[in-house]
């Protein structure tokens, strides 16, 4: 027993270990950076200066220091923005009311002091960071722009198709389910990749949340869809990136989080949609069809706020989405000479069957109810410990159903199943 406990401890402090020193490596993937020089008028450097970084939203604080050549590095920071604050002795302090990070960047700032006392204090207003090591090619997308684009079906990953280099994967290559269960249910494209990026198969991507991973591990998708509501940024990156960024040939899709606030701030929302509110389809007109019955309700809210001011904030999201959807299934079929009511055919313009290699053959059509639910909630805490440590905890729970067809049945109606799919 007492054997046990010293590998579980063992296993314990090797964990922390591990993971500062991943958090040090992840610096420069999931989170930002800020680095400069300190300097004087004279462009002097000056040891020992105090940087300080409030975040605006939270208020959680990060401190760094410049060394002797005047220079300073404060790393993984949440991306969003910020307050710096730059003192040292003999000096004025400075500050810069608004600075905004992104994530997966490092930005330089250069501070100039100049000399003064304590009382007075100088106020940048206007101020631009460069990022020289930045290399990565690809697209960032703030929660302010995902609000202002319209995304039907409120998929973020659809956000995706807007940088140029993203293209849709052809169904033929999306035939890639678990083979374990495609026979009995079929696959694609539920499991399998949606899109393509710089040319790679949609099976060669790298999907994240919050630098976690959000690959399934039977096929080649996300594993879990996070609420429109719950995103505060999406960053896509598709080529010359660094070396910590792998895993995919194809690119990176990472997704990061909303977080809660000094102030309470919340949501609700509802979108409907309705055949009604639809064009008919040219094929359906041509045979003289009205629109295919369609609906889709999509509602929930999201809630954020402190439980202890600039220590310890909450943020919520629940989303609901119910589609009691209908499947045209069009097919050419053998002619039977007997009557089957259970499959009937459509007759053709000219009133007689068509024929195909010499086997009489004739338009197969019947519309499927396939209805479908998703209940999505997420739940995420941020904690600071001190200006050197902090937690984030993040629960998500997805819980989808819908009818898919089966190889049985003497219908077709008899032959869907209601599949669950839970994600946690």
Do not use: C
């Amino acid at each position: 027993m007492a054997h046990l406990l010293t590998r579980i401890l063992w296993a314990l402090v090797v964990g922390m270990l591990l993971s500062e020193r991943l958090m040090g490596w992840a610096d420069d993937l999931d989170h930002a950076t800020l680095e400069g020089f300190v300097l004087d008028p004279t462009d002097a450097a000056i040891p020992g200066a105090r940087i300080t970084l409030i975040e605006r939203q939270t208020g959680m604080q990060r401190t760094g220091e410049s060394d002797g050549r005047g220079w300073y590095r404060i790393t993984a920071l949440a991306p969003g923005a910020y307050r710096l604050r730059a003192e040292a002795p003999g000096f004025s302090p400075l500050e810069y009311p608004e600075l905004p990070l992104r994530a997966g960047h490092t930005q330089r700032l250069d501070v100039r002091l100049r000399p003064g006392s304590l009382i007075e204090v100088v106020t940048v207003t206007d101020v631009e960071t460069i990022a020289p090591t930045r290399t990565v090619v690809g697209l960032s997308l703030r929660s302010e722009e995902i609000e202002a684009l319209p995304l039907n079906g409120r998929n973020p990953l659809d956000l995706v198709f807007l940088f140029a280099s993203v293209q849709a994967e052809p169904f033929e290559t999306r035939d890639l389910g678990d083979p374990a269960t495609r026979d009995v249910v079929p696959a694609p494209p539920q499991e399998a990749g949606i899109f393509s990026l710089s040319g790679g198969r949609a099976y060669s991507n790298n999907i994240t949340i919050d630098g976690f991973d959000n690959n399934d591990d039977r096929a080649a998708r996300e594993r879990a869809i996070p609420s429109l509501e719950s995103i505060a940024e999406v960053q896509i990156i598709t080529n010359q990136y660094s070396a910590e960024y792998g895993r995919a040939s194809g690119g990176r899709i990472n997704v990061f989080t909303r977080r809660g606030g000094n102030q309470f701030r919340g949501a609700i929302f509802g979108d409907f949609q309705d055949e009604s509110l639809n064009a008919n389809s040219f094929f359906r007109n041509a045979r003289g069809q009205k629109r295919a019955p369609f609906q889709r309700r999509e509602y929930g809210g999201r809630l954020g706020g402190p439980i202890r001011r600039d220590r310890l904030f909450f943020f919520g999201v629940v989303e609901r989405q119910e589609e009691p959807d209908t499947d045209a299934i069009i097919a050419l079929l053998p002619v039977d000479p007997r009557a089957n009511p259970a499959y009937p055919l459509q007759e053709t313009p000219t009133g007689r069957p068509f024929v195909r290699d010499g086997v009489p053959v004739a338009l197969f059509e019947e519309e499927v109810s396939a209805p479908g639910q998703r209940t999505y909630v997420s739940d995420r805490l941020d904690a600071a410990f001190g200006t050197a440590h902090q937690l984030v905890f993040r629960f998500d729970a997805t819980r989808t159903n819908r009818l898919r067809a089966r190889d049985q049945g003497a219908t077709l109606r008899e032959g869907l199943v209601n599949r669950r799919r839970d994600s946690l």
